[in-house]
C-alpha cells in the first residue's frame, strides 16, 4: 500500500507507473514517472545520469532485466515509509511541468491489423470488391512512416497541403487537405535493440511499452499518391503520440486471447501466448467522445507485428516505433476514424453543440485517451494524446513559382 | 594545380573532393576527404572536432555556408605549396583505412523516378494494362523505407526469408527469397534541415551530397505484400550506400536539363534550374557489367523531389537520405534492375563464365560505380556501392515454432 494520497481510480496507481520526459521552467528535460497526478523526477530520486538525457532511450536501452529491477524500485519508495521524506522532495505536481517527446525515435512503422478498419477502408474506396486484399489474413500489413514528424501530444496539425484528384478531375490540383482525419491507434515502443528475428514469445524482451498515437491522416492526399508504393504525404506531415509511455509490465491484467485466425498462420506468426490486449480507446472531438474503439480485437497483435517486421532480417533500434494500426470495432461508435465514422463522408457526424462534421476543419480538437483493466480490479490510463487543427501554412500557394517552367 | 601526385584521370581530383568517415587500425573513425588514392584525415588539418565525431551530420547541419568554406580551404591546402608539409601528414592511403557509414541516416525516403524503369516494371507486373499508373507523371511518387538497415557498401547481404504466394498457389509459403535484386540508384544526403517546405530552388541550400544506393530487394516478398500499403519486408532488410558523398557543389559540370514533362507539373513542382545530373551507373555482377543506367534521363529531379517530400509540411532532418528510383535508360542494357534485365526472369543474363542469371544466387557479388562529367573535361567518381550475398540466416525457419498454434 502506497503512503501516497492518491486520487480513487486515478488510472495512474501503482499498478501503472509510466514513463515519461519533463520539464519544469528553467530546468532541463528528464524522465519522469506518472504517479495520480503528479511526476516522480527519477533523476532526483535514483542519481542515474541515464535519466537526465531528456529521452527514454539510454535506460530503455539497458533492457528488460534493468526495466524490472526500476520498477521494484520504484514501487519499493512508493510504498515504505522509509522513502517517503526523500520521495516526497522529488515529487512534481503534473499540473507545474511541461511534457516532452519521450523517445527519439529511431524507424516508424504503421500497422493495418483491425480486421473491422481494412474492411470498412475497402467497402469506403473499393464497393463491390472483396474488401480484404487478399494478403490480409496472412500476414500483419505495414508500412515504413517518417520517424522525424512523430511529436509530443499537444503539437497542432497545420492543415497540409498538397495534390488531389477527384474521380471526376481532369488533372489534380493543389491545395489544403479538405478531407483531414484522425487514425486513433496504439503505439508500441521498443527498448532492447535486436540484430536477429524477434520470435512472437520474445516480444516482452524487446518492447519497452505502449503510448497512444494519432496518425493524422490527408485522406485525399493519400487516395491520389497511394497506388503503388502506399501513403507517403498523406500521412508524413504529422503523427503524434501520447505523453507517458506504459510499461509492458503494467498490462498484464490487459493480456487477452487474440480473436480466433482463419486460416492459420504461417508458423513464425503463431501466438506464443496471448498478446491481445483489452485496451479501450475514447476518441473526443472537441471535448465530444464521438467512438470508443476496444483495441481487443486486433486480427493481430503486437508480439505477431514485430515478428513480422523481423523475420526477414531487418534489425531493431532502441527508439523504434510501431503503430497498431488504426483500431475499429464491429459497432459504427467503434470506428478510430472519421472517414469510417462518416462512411466516406457521406453520413456526416452531428456534434453536441447543433454542427456536424465529415472530416476536421480548423479549429477543431482531436483527443485520444484508453483505459486498461489493471492490477486487482483497478484501471491503468494511458494519459492522452491530443491536437488541434491550425489552418494550411502560406509557405507554399498554388501560384507560387518561378515564372514560366522549364518543362 | 594541386602539388599531389594525382592518377591521371582519377575521378577523385580537385574538382571531387567527396567526404567520407575512416578509421585506421587502433583509432576512431572521423571525416576525411578522399584526393586520388589518399585520404586527407579532417581532424588532423583543420583542428575542428566537429570532423571527430564519427559522421558526416555534425558537420552537414552547419548548412551551405560552412560547406562552401572549407571546400575552398581544401583546393588552398591542396594547391598552395606552402600547406604542402602540413597536408603530407595527414594524408593516408586509401588501402590503409577502412570506410564506415557516412551520415547517421535520419529518415530514409525512395522515390520512383525513372520513367523507364517504372514503364518497365508495370509491363512485367501488370502486363495488358497502362504501365503507368495516373498519378505518376503528375508526381514523384515515393515512400519511406527502413533508416536502421542503411549500411556502408561492402555489408553481406544475408538473402532475406519471407512470406511469398506465386500466382498458382493455394497459400502463401515461407522460406529463403528466390527473387533477390538489386535496384541502382543515386542517393541524395539532406545536410541543412529544414522547418519550411523546401522550394525547388532552394535544393541546393538544403542537399549536401550524392552518393550510390542498392535498394536490395525481394521481388517475391514485395509482390505479395505490397498492395495496398506499399513495400515493407521486400526492402527493409538491407539498404547499400557507397562510402564517399559527393558534394553538390563537384557536380555543377553535370547539370542537365531534365527530359521534358507532360503534362506540364504544378506550380509547386516547376523547375527552377537544370537539376538534371548528367550520371553514369554501371553495375557489375560477379565482376562483369551487365547494365549502365543513365540518371541524366530521370523524369524527376532531386530537386523536384525534395519540393514534393516538403510540400504537406514535412520537415527536414540532418542526414535524412532519399534514393532516385532505380535509374533504368531506354535500352535494354541500361536497366538498373535484374527484375528488368532479365524481364521478369523469362530471359536469363548469360555471364561471361557461362552460368546465367535471373536473380541473385548466393555467392553473388553485386556492384555499382559511377561518373560524371567534372571541372575543365576532367570526371568525377563516385567509389562504389558492392555487397556479397550469403544465404539465409538460419535464426527462423518454416519448421520453427511453439508446438500448436493458439488461432
Redesign the interface.
Known sequence: MTWLDLPPDTGFGLDNLPYGIFSTPGTSARTGVRVGDAVLDLTGISGDDVHATGTLNAFMARGPGAWAELRADLIRWLTEDAHRGTVERHLHRLDDVSLHLPIEV??Y?DF?SSEQHAENVGRIFRPGSDPL?P?WK??P?????????VAVSGTPV?R????R?GPDDA????GPSTRLDIEAELGFVVGAPSA??V???AFAEHVFGVCLLNDWS?RD?QA???????????K???TSISPWVVPLAALEAARV??P?????????L???G?WGLDITLDVRLNGQTVSRPPAAGLYWTAAQQLA??T???????TG?LYGSGTVSGSEPDQRGSLLELSWGGTEPLRLADGSTRTFLEDGDEATITATAPGADGGRICFGEVTGTVLAA?Q??S?????GP???
Chains 1, 2 share one sequence.
Open positions: 529511431a524507424d512503422v493495418y486484399p494478403n496472412h500476414l500489413i505495414g508500412y515504413h512512416g517518417r520517424a522525424g514528424t497545420h497540409p497541403q498538397g495534390q484528384k488533372a489534380p490540383v493543389f536477429r528475428p520470435p512472437v514469445g490527408a492526399l491520389w499518391e497511394y497506388v503503388p508504393l502506399g501513403p507517403f504525404l498523406g508524413s506531415f504529422l486471447s487474440p480466433p485466425r482463419d486460416p492459420r498462420p504461417l508458423p513464425y503463431s501466438d506464443d496471448p513480422h517486421l523475420v526477414n532480417g531487418a534489425t531493431l533500434r523504434d501554412r509557405d507554399v498554388p501560384s507560387r513559382g518561378s517552367g522549364r518543362s
